[in-house]
């Protein structure tokens, strides 16, 4: 199995096109995600601002999202792609639909991550007369900072296999190599070849995060 | 506390009532709750678990919110507070748990300079204040540990730290002994006490525990089915306990004697103005009366016996009335129980 110079060069940028798509998609849908995951545990019934009727219109919109597949999402919002990145393909591109199927599910992570921080803790702070802001930016943030990392590393494994499927709508990246190359035009040994290297990169994203995510963690 | 009668109390519960709203029906957990805890005494509250002191002492700072009555702290009426002002006013109330609830990503300094970062204290001053907390509960070499790392006694120095943190008047205890063993409850239990006297402060203490009342409280309210039972000075509600509840708290517990069934039984405490002496002993011997010893709880403080003693009295009127007149002669707090109210 030899490759030429072209495809060497065609493989390195695919790695570097989904590693851009899925850290930028990931970055995005946090700042809409985060957010969100904060507001669904601070207004649930039994959170530090509860707010029910307005909690579950919330959780239906984001569970609505959450099930509607990335494929089929990306196509149904290709209007919207094209209207924020110019254009409907490419990897810069992708990045929206990306983000909009991510940052709904990464709410839910966050939420779970979020109400994992024991109820007693957040007493406490109550007890000290904290503000329901302090209460999320120095207890809630922090507290639950291994947990939100564990999160995030899922998140972004999860975004790198959406940002791979995205190679089918005119995505970027290794899967479009795959779908290009390894589908269209039956070269088995690029298909092979960029398995590997989703296989690995996945790996290395997995291994990183986690290992952050111990190294933070003080229990 | 002799001044206590001309002092104001620092915190007055008025006619307090808590509900919870359950699915489909009102659950009481307080009622008529009326209490005076003056500034500078150590406060027992005790009470059965389910009694309603948790939710009691969530009241004092209005964490948990009356449904009826208030609560007066230093002359605030803390129902007319709007929501900042009430933060406020709880900086000026300490609580500790029974869980610690420590943050768990921040160190032993950390955690005590969390309330004053709350309150706004400038960085270096709340290094420097928690500094000095941490040599105050004797853990200055654990500045830079991490919860996980330290035992539950010194978890719950450093909460004491903390809560000591904001210099607030008072300190509310839930439960704080209840998950250390016997030596921490009381090496927790003789810091407070070192804190209330060098500190001044107040100290509120909740407990199912009778031994952590008589070991540092001077005045405590008895809570049983959500209501006060019984309030008094600890060494009167210990040797003559009115309320039902009460006996029930004082009294040993029955489960360890089966024979309680009948006859005449005599409850002895010593309340630490008998050296420890055998007693018992002797007056068997004095007397030529045998009885049964049913119960017995003492301890030996400084060579003066505390705790309290049961036995089982012969039938003869005459002899319990020797029995009686010898122990009372020693300055012994005796009185006469059925098995009944041990029971």
């Known amino acids: 199995m030899i490759f030429s110079e072209k495809m060497m060069q065609l493989l390195g940028m695919g790695i570097v096109e989904s590693l851009y798509m899925t850290l930028v998609s990931a970055a995005v849908a946090y700042i809409l995600g985060l957010p969100l995951g904060l507001i669904l545990v601070a207004t649930d019934k039994d959170g530090i601002k509860p707010m029910p009727r307005f909690n579950s219109i919330l959780g239906i919109m984001v569970n609505i999202l959450r099930s509607i597949p990335f494929l089929i999402l990306a196509i149904f919002i290709s209007p919207l792609t094209k209207a924020i990145a110019g254009k409907s393909y490419g990897s810069t591109a992708m990045i929206v639909p990306l983000v909009v199927s991510a940052f709904p599910y990464i709410a839910r992570l966050v939420e779970s991550s979020i109400k994992e921080v024991d109820r007693g803790v957040i007493e406490a702070a109550q007890s000290m007369g904290a503000s329901t802001k302090q209460i999320i930016m120095k207890v809630l943030l922090p507290e639950a900072v291994p947990s939100l990392l564990v999160g995030a590393t899922i998140a972004t494994t999860t975004i790198l ?59 | 506390m002799k001044q206590q009668t001309a002092q104001k109390p620092i915190i007055q519960i008025k006619g307090l009532h808590k509900n919870y709203r359950l699915k489909d029906k009102e659950a009481i957990a307080l009622e008529n709750i009326n209490l005076d805890i003056y500034s500078g005494e150590i406060f027992g509250i005790i009470g059965m678990s389910g009694a309603g002191k948790s939710t009691l002492v969530r009241c004092i700072n209005f964490l948990e919110k009356p449904t009826a009555g208030t609560v007066i702290f230093d002359d ?4 007319t507070l709007s929501e900042k002002e009430l933060c406020s006013a709880r900086q000026s109330m300490g609580m500790i748990f029974q869980q610690f609830n420590l943050l768990m990503q921040r160190n032993a300094l950390k955690n005590i300079c969390f309330p004053m970062e709350i309150a706004g204290v ?28 330290l035992s539950g006694g010194q978890k719950q120095r450093i909460a004491i730290a903390r809560a000591l943190a904001t210099n607030p008047k008072v300190l509310l205890c839930d439960e704080a002994t209840s998950a250390l063993d016997p030596t921490t409850t009381r090496s927790i239990l003789s810091l407070l006490k070192d804190i209330n006297q060098r500190l001044g402060i107040t100290i509120i203490i909740i407990t199912h525990e009778m031994s952590v009342i008589e070991e540092i409280c001077q ?20 040797t003559k306990p009115q309320a039902a509840a009460t006996k029930k708290l004082v009294y040993p ?60 009295m012969p039938d003869d009127k005459r002899a319990v009335a020797r029995i009686v007149a010898y122990l009372r002669n020693k300055n012994l707090t005796v009185e006469e129980v059925c098995g009944n109210d041990i029971q």
Not at chain 1, 163 to 172: D, R, Y
Not at chain 2, 76 to 79: T, V
Not at chain 2, 261 to 269: A, D, S, T
């Open chain 2, 76 to 79: 605030r009426d803390l129902s």
């Open chain 2, 122 to 149: 400038p960085k270096a001053d709340a290094q420097k204040r928690a500094k000095e907390l941490l040599a105050l509960v004797g853990l200055s070499d654990k500045a830079t540990a991490y919860p996980a790392q």
């Open chain 1, 161 to 219: 296999g959406y940002s791979a499927m995205a190679g089918f709508i005119g995505g970027g990246g290794l899967g479009a190599i795959c779908i290009n190359y390894g589908y269209s035009r039956y070269e088995d040994d690029v298909m092979t070849v960029t398995v590997i290297l989703l296989v690995i990169v996945m790996q290395l994203l997995q291994e990183i995060g986690m290992r952050i995510a111990n190294k933070s963690n003080k229990r």
């Open chain 2, 253 to 312: 517990e029955s489960k360890k004697t089966q024979s309680f069934e009948r006859g005449q039984y005599l409850r002895i405490v010593f309340d630490g103005s008998t050296s420890f002496e055998p007693i018992i002993a002797n007056m068997i011997i004095d007397l030529k009366e045998s009885v049964n010893i049913i119960f017995a709880d003492t301890k030996n403080i400084d060579g003066r016996a505390f705790g309290q003693t049961v036995i089982q």
């Open chain 2, 219 to 238: 005045r405590v309210a008895i809570i049983a089915d959500h209501e006060i039972a019984e309030v008094g000075k600890v060494e009167d509600i210990f």
